[in-house]
């Protein structure tokens, strides 16, 4: 009994499924807010003043940075 078609299947089933977790996982992170987590410090929600950019996909990456110019000072 040749096998390979049953594993080409099995190979094929897996690599699909992999493929929409791959897509959900990075939808969940997409529509996930995570510009007020602090990960650094134990990702506590630090509170600081409204920014333009709150809520939208760059705010985590311009709280980053800003943070990142400020410790350069």
Known sequence: MD??????????AIGLLGLVVLLFAGIVVSV???S???????GRRRRTGASPTAGTPGAAAA?????LHGSLR
């Open 63 to 67: 709280a980053g940075t800003a943070r």
């Open 32 to 34: 996930t807010d995570v």
């Open 36 to 42: 007020g987590l602090d990960l650094v410090e134990g």
């Open 3 to 12: 096998l390979s078609p049953l594993l080409l299947g099995l190979g094929t």
